[in-house]
Structure formats: C-alpha cells, structure tokens
C-alpha cells in the first residue's frame, strides 16, 4: 500500500510476482538498495539455492521525486554524487559513507563501521533513524540518545534492529563488536538541507 525501500542482506535471485504483471527475475548484490513505489500486491519467489535475505523499510507517506544520490537505487535515472558526499562527510565521519537516495521526504545513506572504528555525527538538525543491516555479536557503545532507551544503552547489530536517534547535539557510536557492520541512516525532510 505504502512507498517503501530495502536492502538486499547478502547476495540473491529471485523473482517478482506482481498481481496482474509479468515476472520479473531480480538479481541484487550485498547491500544494494532498492526504492518501490506502493500500490500493489506481489511475492518473491526464490527459485535458486541461495535464500533471499533483506531489510525491508516502509516509508508511512507517499514520497516525492525519488532521486539516486551515489547508487543507481532508480534505473535509468542520473546520480548526483559529489554533492552527496559533501553533505554526508559533513554529518557522518569515521565510517565509510555512502548516499543511497533521497526523496523529498526522507535521505538514506549506508554507514559501513570497521571493527573499532568509531562513527561521529556532527551536529544535526534531524537526527537520523539507524537500522541495523548485519548480525554481528557484541555492541555498539553511543553517546547519542536514543528515544525510549535509558541514556548509554549498547546498541546491538541485529538485522533490522532500529534505533531512533533523539537530539541534535554531536554524538558517537563505536563499533566494539569486533566485525564491520552496516547501518542504514534515515533522515527526514532532507529538503531543509
């Protein structure tokens, strides 16, 4: 019913089944991302050996001028890439960033955090929603508050585990599970930029 993104979690092949359409074979590396409008109804088939694993996010209103930032996640659409960049290396330093897309409601960018590396987000004046992309044993030590968590909580890399970060103020987190986990960030209103 709703627009909506996700993000392949390892490497798959499978086939999309919409209602009233052609299937359609979709192949989708690690960590790809992927925007699709709502409306209708559809299933995933695997029809391959390997499972088809990925973080689905729905976006709760109708999204406005889709565009790729540094990832074709819109086919057959430009990107726009060094402007990207130069507005996530100014919010999100000590992991390799990477801008996704935006839409005029939301911006969605993939933080991958090295083993004790530690993630610095500069001042902000949305704070971002993180969703967990990998499993990894362990925690992420934060000084950012997170709503409805006691202040200093560890936040686990489970996929799919979110955490809505609250404030605005500079704020860390520190990769202390001893794997490099990604992370999707979710801003909203990226048009106030």
Not at 22 to 32: I, L, M, Q
Not at 77 to 103: H, I, N, W, Y
Not at 161 to 181: D, I
Not at 182 to 192: D, G, K, Q, W
Request: with cysteine.
């Amino acid at each position: 019913a709703v627009d909506y993104f996700w993000i392949a979690v390892g490497a798959s092949e499978f086939v999309n089944a919409a209602v009233g359409k052609n299937e359609v074979p979709v192949v989708a590396a690690d960590g790809s991302v992927h925007f699709t409008r709502g409306g209708f109804s559809h299933f995933a088939r695997v029809d391959g050996a390997q499972p088809f694993h990925n973080i689905t996010v729905e976006l709760p209103e109708p999204q406005t001028n889709p565009r790729n930032l540094c990832e074709s996640v819109m086919p057959d659409q430009p990107a726009d890439c060094d402007a990207a960049m130069k507005r996530a290396d100014a919010l999100f330093s000590g992991a390799d960033v990477r801008p996704e897309f935006e839409t005029d409601q939301v911006r969605v960018t993939l933080l991958t955090l090295a083993p004790r590396a530690k993630l610095e987000l500069a001042k902000h004046v949305h704070a971002p929603v993180l969703v967990a992309v990998d499993d990894a044993p362990g925690s992420l030590s934060v000084t950012c508050p997170v709503s409805d968590q006691p202040k200093g909580i560890a936040l686990q890399s489970r996929s799919g585990n979110t955490y809505r970060l609250t404030g605005t103020a500079r704020c860390t987190m520190r990769n202390e599970t001893g794997s490099t986990v990604r992370f999707l960030a979710i801003e909203s209103a990226p048009a106030t930029r």
